[in-house]
């Protein structure tokens, strides 16, 4: 008779021990990675895998040959992201043996110039929180900083406006952080993105910085964001805001943009400062007007309009003395002095 197979006495498969097999070797799946690459990107890759050997080689020429050529791959490849550039990719296996042999470097410029390229690749691999791209940053060279590309840029201004409120609660020195600020505005204002550098600005908290960097060519985009960003803003926030925006208007001299300002701020010192700043009497004759129809009752002294005569004319343009005489002067203009009837109007 057959032995029953549920039996103790059966094949034993049951005691035999269970072999756990990898369903897939992962050695043969990188070289399925690899052979998925083009020629081109599996020769950048290799070229990359040896960098960074020779980064950690005992030799200090071999090192730095290795970490400029590194430098100069990441940079070509950074200065327009439009998606994860390839250095990138191919480097991020090696994050971490990177940032353990820094650790262990003297100090030197080699270590700084490596401080640089960890700076860069925590754009892509740092954790979440960690603010390594400024860390390293800091430790870094101080070169250009435009020279990494706008992204790399713009990822540390977040991450500074993350470590500028950690130290505001631990009352730690900011110094560091706003010399930083002082680039990364720098480069904003010159390549188009006024919008970034008031933000970061806001975040720290030093506003006054934008004025020194404003320019004729970015100054008008510059306060039209100030002014559109006050109405979002609390108070006294919003006020601040829009007393650089003054300020940047009345350097450049476009002072009905300022008065404006001046009469939404209801400060009458500002608007005495723009009549004292301007010397064309028809611009001082605009300002009357403005200031007559926003019902702002002002009395002009010798600063404002050294002219005795110039300033009892403007005087009377403030106080609407000319009103009626204007809308009379209008209404023979568009000739509406005498009644008509619908059959003038409709000929």
Known sequence: MAPDPNSASGSGTKDEASVKVPAKDPKKKDDKKDEDLSEEDLALKQQLELYVE?????????????????RTEIRTSTSSMTSVPKPLKFLRPHYGTLKAYYETMPDSDLKKYMADILSVLALTMSAEGERESL??????SE????????????NLAGEIAQEYAKRQTDEASIDDLMELVQEIVAFHMKHNAEPEAVDLLMEVEDLDLLVEHVDATNFKRTCLYLTSAAKY????????????AYMIYLKFEEFPNALQIALFLDNMQYVKQIFTSCDDLLRKKQFCYILARHGITLELDDDMVPDDDDRYALQDIVNNVKLSEGYLTLARDIEVMEPKSPEDIYK
Do not use: F, T
């Open 54 to 70: 020779r980064v950690q080689d005992p030799d200090p020429g071999l090192q730095k040959v290795a970490l400029e050529s590194m």
């Open 135 to 140: 860390k390293y940053r800091l430790l870094g």
């Open 143 to 154: 070169g250009d900083i435009g020279s990494w590309g706008h992204e790399y840029v713009r």
């Open 233 to 244: 803003l609390p108070g006294p926030d919003d006020m601040l805001v829009l007393d650089i």
